[in-house]
């Protein structure tokens, strides 16, 4: 077998040194460009491929970011098997951009709940030492993490969240996100429209019931007793709905802040003999790929999940660049996407 080619050989070819061709490599500064040229033509001859520690070699960055995802919600989902995408878009996104750039994307959990977070965050740290992190909900307005990286001076960026605070906030705007879900409901003539909360534990939860009541305030139809609590688990969207169907008026459409709890809904909705969307329509967050596969297909906000992790990055890497000047916030599109389980209210 062909032995690889290694950052020793090509420094040989080149006749300088590992840190020189490390430099070059990572375009640093003090390289003479006649240098430059020796390195890059013997790369060229060998075939050579960089690895991570010959970036390493170059200076202070480590070439990796981690990205932190909650580690009860996460596992929950893969051993439910109910679990949707969301993680799958995060990676994407994140993976796809540092490939981009050269860099590594390591995925970790942390348990959010533990009275040792901050432990198990700077165990991370330690073993990594990655150049920027990436939190993810709730990790994304959780003090405990965002004021130890900030005391560490560490780049990092909060997934989902828009509270004001340290590192790159990077969302979409989940307040007018429920505004218009709730806004094409009214647009089709329902008047009493149910809305399932998420839960408590994430800022968004709060912001998408704020945008859901202000398009209901707005037309005089807001109706305390029609938000019902939820968490985000399949459980809690049966029993919203359940609740919300007991009314003695009860909602003709319902606003669901997650996938799971909009398909509790419709199989409710199923098993009461209603009709959808004839009897009772339905809006849905996410947009993961479960709901296109219901019956009917459900109608639903499409969150950006992937393109919010790449923005995240590509800030941290830049930021980790010494680039200077970089948007604290960033507001990232989302669209509502129209199926089968939405339609004029019923006479």
């Not at 500064?29 to 390493?56: C, D, F, M, Q």
């Not at 990286?149 to 997934?159: D, K, N, Q, V, W």
């Not at 849905?284 to 790449?310: E, G």
């Not at 996407?337 to 939405?342: G, Q, V």
């Amino acid at each position: 077998m062909r032995r690889a080619v290694t950052i020793k050989d090509v420094a040989a070819e080149a006749g300088v040194s590992l840190q020189t061709v490390s430099r070059v490599i990572n375009d640093g500064p003090n390289v003479r460009a006649e240098v430059k040229a020796r390195v890059n033509a013997a790369i060229a001859k060998l075939g050579y491929t960089p690895s991570l520690a010959a970036r390493r070699m170059g200076g202070s960055r480590s070439y990796l970011l981690l990205a932190l995802n909650d580690r009860d919600r996460t596992i929950e989902g893969w051993t439910s098997g109910e679990g949707t995408d969301w993680v799958d878009q995060m990676l994407m996104g994140g993976m796809l951009e540092c490939a981009r750039r050269g860099y590594r994307m390591i995925f970790e959990l942390v348990d959010t709940h533990s009275s040792h977070v901050e432990r198990e965050v700077a165990g991370a740290l330690a073993a990594l030492n990655p150049d920027g992190v990436i939190l993810t909900p709730p990790h994304s307005d959780n003090p405990l993490i965002t004021d130890l990286l900030e005391r560490r001076g560490l780049p990092f960026a909060r997934i989902g969240s828009q509270t004001p605070g340290a590192g790159f906030a990077i969302a979409m705007d989940d307040a007018e996100a429920a505004r218009v879900a709730a806004r094409r409901l009214i647009d089709l003539g329902h008047r009493r429209i149910g809305f399932i909360t998420g839960s408590d534990e994430y800022a968004l939860s709060a912001a998408r019931l704020d945008g859901y009541a202000d398009a209901l305030k707005a037309h005089g139809l807001f109706d305390p007793a029609l938000v019902t609590p939820g968490d985000f688990s399949f459980q809690s969207g049966e029993a919203g709905m359940t609740a919300l169907l007991a009314l003695a008026q009860p909602p003709t459409a319902v606003v669901a802040s997650n996938d799971q709890m909009a398909l509790a809904a419709l199989r409710v909705a199923n098993g009461r003999g209603l009709s959808i969307p004839q009897d009772l329509s339905i809006i849905s967050f996410d947009d993961t790929p479960i709901v296109r596969f219901s019956h009917p297909p459900l109608t639903a906000i499409r969150q950006p999940v992937a393109a919010m992790t790449a923005q995240a990055a590509n800030l941290l890497m830049r930021a980790k660049a010494g680039e200077t000047d970089l948007p604290m916030g960033r507001l990232v599109p989302f669209s509502l996407i129209e199926r089968a389980s939405t339609g004029p209210a019923p006479a």
